[in-house]
């Protein structure tokens, strides 16, 4: 199998996955249940976050999140909340493990480095995670996906192409171009969310993907936000860009709109 390298400056670049630098709010409504689960992996252990809704009863999708390149911080959970208000379990995955953090781009870059380099190193982590989201009572196992965040974004998407057993996977923000799609690999159907003013993953790369994409005959789909910027999702993304030097904004219309997309996505593919 083929494997596409992200080389160092493009990672640095990818620095607009921004880090969320303020606390949210951590109260939670009465129905919301969360927790952390935990498992040790080549010595390294992982700290991952589960949420659900206990008001609702019986199996339930389950949805996978993978965080930005700063490591497993409040706004994955955020998003994992978010997807367990709409009815589904959600698990925000520990890919570093052992409570690393990348707090700059330097340390970030450090920490994601190795799995853009082989992306075949997630696979053991994610599917750890997997057995976990599996043995809670809520979680419907025939239908589990995954989505991701600018790092997050091209993990989900090299797991699906490494033939990850899932429904589906949605990108947002995140580089396309890594492991080779393969036919007889891919199993989940594909969404990515991109901004059309994204400066670090270029719309060169999005028709390339296609292309890709196209060549194996896969079910995948390609949203594209005009005017939105690299990391348009995350509402810190306008001060972290002005820290940083970063091209880098937030915009709600895409970040609406691409969860919508997303919401779609999701009744189209579980059963």
């Not at 009863?57 to 955020?78: C, Q, S, T």
């Not at 750890?128 to 979680?139: L, R």
């Not at 589906?168 to 199993?187: R, Y």
């Amino acid at each position: 199998m083929k494997i596409h390298y992200l080389f160092s400056p493009l990672i640095l670049l990818i620095a607009s996955c921004n880090q969320n630098k303020k606390k949210e709010n951590t109260m939670q409504s009465n129905h919301l249940k969360e927790e952390m689960v935990s498992y040790t992996l080549d010595s390294i252990t992982r700290n991952n976050f589960v949420v659900y809704d206990d008001n609702i009863k019986g199996p339930r999708p389950a949805v996978m999140v993978i965080h930005e390149w700063w490591g497993l911080n409040d706004y994955a959970k955020m998003r994992a909340r978010e997807l367990a208000k709409l009815g589904y379990i959600a698990m925000a995955v520990d890919m570093y493990g052992d409570h690393k953090m990348g707090n700059d781009p330097t340390a970030a870059e450090a920490l994601a480095s190795p799995f853009y380099a082989k992306p075949e190193i997630a696979v053991p982590i994610f599917n750890a995670a997997i057995e976990k989201i599996k043995g809670f009572a809520q979680t419907d196992t025939n239908n589990i996906a995954a989505i991701g965040y600018c790092f997050g974004g091209a993990q989900v998407l090299n797991l699906a192409r490494l033939g990850e057993n899932l429904k589906g996977v949605v990108s947002f923000h995140g580089n396309v171009i890594g492991v080779t799609p393969d036919k007889s690999l891919l199993k989940a159907s594909v969404l990515v969310c991109h901004g059309g003013a994204d400066p670090y993953v270029s719309m060169e790369e999005i028709n390339t993907f296609k292309k890709q994409m196209d060549s194996i005959g896969a079910k995948y789909d390609v949203k594209i936000y005009e005017g939105a910027t690299h990391s348009f999702t995350n509402p810190n993304s306008t001060e972290i860009g002005k820290k940083y030097n970063m091209s880098i904004e937030y915009n709600p219309a895409a970040d609406s709109n691409s969860w919508n997309d997303m919401k779609l996505f999701f009744k189209n593919i579980f059963n």
